[in-house]
């Protein structure tokens, strides 16, 4: 069946003081979700503030973009942690963006994992989990969005949070349905849009083999290091205009 809706989220505030992607504005007009850095794996307060204002302008559902400290990894290097560790790492930054988004009276909606984080949550079901406790530790409605596998299943079944099941629009899969991670090169801009559509029309993604795998994806992230970032977004949105996870949620239930 045909997704009439999906959500476009994308990373920003990925930066220190001078060192930040000055483009990474130009692209929240054409998403409908962000995933802001928390000051912890990148992300100053000046960045941070910047950009909830921008969201608070555009009517963009904020995240928080969560990740490990690593000094100069930039989040990444994997960190071998303990559950308490996990716990204590992500409220900390979940607080450090939602206190902030208070203070201009906006709220957040979902997390995010970034790099190292995201990777080993994708394949660890007991560091996800750990992840997926904190975030329910600190508010139990928010969103926890992750890669479209078996294990953001498994945590949502155990843990009953709420899950966002996201694919990536430009980066290359594997044969086994992995981001191919080690690869730093992007998918042609045809082949993205392609994806886009086949995820839309009949909810698969082809994979490096050619063969086509069904997907339950959410959310559909662009990444915003990605040169061709802007016109890829632009060109998507001509195929659909993204809304929020939470507003799909609700019309899909009937609310709205």
């Not at 994708?122 to 078996?150: C, H, P, Q, R």
Request: proline fraction near 4%; charge should be negative; glycine fraction near 6%.
């Amino acid at each position: 069946m045909p997704l009439k809706h999906i959500d476009f989220n994308i990373d920003v505030a990925q930066g220190f003081g001078l060192f930040k992607n000055e483009k990474e504005a130009e692209l929240l007009d054409y998403v409908s979700s962000v995933n802001i850095s928390c000051g912890f794996h990148a992300g100053d307060p000046v960045m941070i503030r910047d950009f909830l204002l921008k969201c608070k302008e555009k009517n963009i559902t904020i995240g928080a973009h969560i990740g490990f400290n690593d000094i100069s990894g930039m989040g990444y290097r994997p960190m071998n942690l303990s559950a308490e560790e996990i716990e204590a790492i992500v409220i900390y930054q979940i607080g450090a963006i939602a206190s902030f988004a208070k203070s201009y009276s906006l709220t957040i909606d979902h997390v995010r994992p970034h790099g190292a984080m995201y990777r080993i949550a994708s394949e660890n079901l007991e560091f996800s989990l750990a992840v997926a406790k904190a975030i329910l530790k600190f508010d139990k409605w928010l969103v926890y969005t992750g890669l479209d596998n078996e294990i953001i299943e498994n945590v949502s079944n155990e843990t009953g949070i709420v899950v966002n099941r996201e694919l990536f629009v430009d980066k290359y899969y594997t044969q086994d349905f992995k981001p191919d991670w080690e690869s730093k090169k992007y998918i042609s801009e045809d082949d993205a849009l392609n994806r886009v559509r086949t995820v839309l029309f009949s909810s698969q993604i082809k994979l490096g083999n050619g063969v086509f795998m069904p997907v339950k994806a959410d959310t559909l992230h662009f990444d915003s290091k990605n040169p061709n970032a802007l016109n890829l977004l632009k060109k998507a949105n001509e195929i659909i205009k993204p809304t929020p996870y939470n507003y799909n949620k609700a019309e899909l239930s009937g609310w709205v």
